[in-house]
């Protein structure tokens, strides 16, 4: 078996996610990367999508991210991102009707920072969502 | 003048019914600190891994960035007033309101202009009450503030500090909150949110390994730094919060207590008037008696 490495996943306000895992495969702002244990110190940036932890016992977390870094240090790794999420704890009807909304605002010439950051949210949570329900 | 003893029971009845509203208010501010001690710590590992990153990538380049280079000649300062929503908390925002006054003094007299940005009613009152205009105002979650109403705050900071001061942006932005020190003393105080300074601790968290940055370190800091600046914007308003339930709590406390020695007086007035209306009818029976037989004496 893979070896196995310690693996936090912190939002703003909370820590949402915190074991061991085998891999995880982020999408930075360059592209996917698969980490495995003993990558080498890394911080990337993390675009809008989802991250996936692949656990030591064999589960596969998904994890909704709006931005955010992923930083693996020698003994642990973390995906922080300020509104990280769980797609165990989305729903897809709901992240889609989010969308939607964002979208609607964005149809109408909504072209704020905060309407794009929203928009952002509700494209990592629909992605994230509908990866999970694919298991 | 002794009052009735009617009024006397009335105020007593009042005064009871006040201090059980007080009491209530007391517990609930007791329980939401509780909380908000929870909500600090749950946030902490998201600190910490700001911290650590931020200083990753400070080893790693020269920190050339707008967020992080100080201007010489500050001309114009963001001010972000953090009030109560409502009052009731003893002196916790005037307290706030008084060291920003002095602070836009000083700013004043050293020939800078400041933007008053303020959050909760309370300071949103002052303000329009003295028909000075505000640059932004939040209000409706000064007690319990999350990341999200965090988030806009530090954004609208953000976009003031990124524009040029030629469109009226400001090249510095300080923050007027209450640190919460313990339960029993919280303390006004005045920091400056940016330019940023980055204080390099050795952490448990050692620099030493050699960290690669994706796409570069430059990149990792132009999004890391604004993560940065709104999580300390948070962590703000969550002490402020803090203390706001302390001297809320404080406050009801007093007058809870302020209420019992007020009942307790009260009713011992209640007292000496029944005894001294009882004492009355007594001798006015007596009296009355005593003239009655008076009069019978007389007839025999």
Redesign the interface.
């Known amino acids: 078996m893979a070896a196995s490495f310690q693996v ?1 996943v ?6 949402v996610w915190t074991g061991q895992a085998v891999e995880i495969i982020a999408v ?3 592209g996917e ?1 698969g980490i495995l244990a003993g990558h ?6 993390l675009a809008p999508g989802s991250a996936e932890i692949m656990t030591d016992d064999g589960r596969r977390e998904v994890v909704a991210v709006e ?3 992923l ?1 693996v ?2 003994d642990r790794t ?1 995906i ?1 991102s ?2 990280a999420q769980l797609a165990s704890e989305l729903s897809v009807d709901q992240a889609q009707k989010d969308l939607r909304e964002v979208q609607a605002a964005m149809d109408d010439g909504d072209n704020s ?2 309407t794009l950051r929203r928009y952002h949210r509700a494209t990592a949570q629909v992605k994230a969502a509908t990866r999970n329900n694919h298991d | 003048m002794v009052a009735s003893l009617r009024e006397l029971r009335e105020r007593n009845r009042s005064v009871s019914a006040t201090q059980k509203i007080t009491r209530a208010m007391e517990l609930v501010a007791a329980s939401r600190i509780a909380k908000a001690q929870q ?1 600090a710590e ?2 902490l ?2 600190t910490q ?2 911290n ?2 931020v200083q ?2 400070v080893g790693h380049t020269d920190l050339r960035h707008p967020l992080l280079t100080e201007t010489d000649q500050p001309r114009r300062s963001a001010v972000l007033i953090l009030t109560s929503d409502r009052g009731l908390a003893g002196a916790y925002s005037s307290n706030v309101l008084r060291l920003a006054e002095r602070l836009c003094q000083t700013l004043t007299d050293e020939g800078r202009e400041y933007l008053p940005y303020v959050c909760g009613r309370k300071g949103i009152t002052y303000y329009e009450f003295r028909r000075r205009p505000l640059a932004g105002s939040w209000d409706g979650f000064s007690d319990k503030p ?2 999200t109403q965090s ?2 705050v530090a ?1 609208a900071l953000l ?1 003031a500090f990124r524009k040029p001061y030629e469109d009226g942006g400001v090249d510095e932005i300080q923050v007027v909150y209450t640190r919460f020190v313990s339960m029993l003393s919280q303390e006004t105080r005045v920091r400056r949110i940016l330019p940023l300074e980055v204080i390099e601790d050795d952490g448990p ?1 050692h620099a030493d ?7 570069s370190a430059e ?2 800091l132009d ?2 730094l604004p ?1 940065y600046v ?2 300390r914007v ?1 962590f703000y308003l969550m002490q402020a919060a803090a203390s706001e339930l302390a001297s809320k709590e404080k406050a009801m406390k007093s007058a809870t207590d302020n209420a019992q020695q007020l009942i307790e007086d009260l009713t011992r007035l209640t007292n000496q008037a029944r005894q001294a209306k009882i004492t009355q009818e007594i001798t006015e029976i007596v009296g009355g008696a005593a003239a009655l037989s008076g009069a019978k004496t007389k007839m025999e």
Do not use: C, K, W
């Not at chain 1, 912190?10 to 820590?15: C, E, L, N, S, T």
């Not at chain 2, 390994?209 to 796409?215: A, D, G, I, Q, V």
């Open positions: 936090d912190v939002a703003a306000d909370r820590m930075t702002t360059d990367v080498i110190p890394l911080i990337a940036t931005g955010g870094f930083s240090g020698v973390a922080i300020p509104y920072i905060e | 909500a749950a946030s590992p998201y891994e700001l650590h990153a990753a990538v999350t990341y988030d806009q954004s976009d968290h390994s050699m960290y690669e940055f994706e796409p990149a990792v999004a890391l993560l709104r999580n948070h």
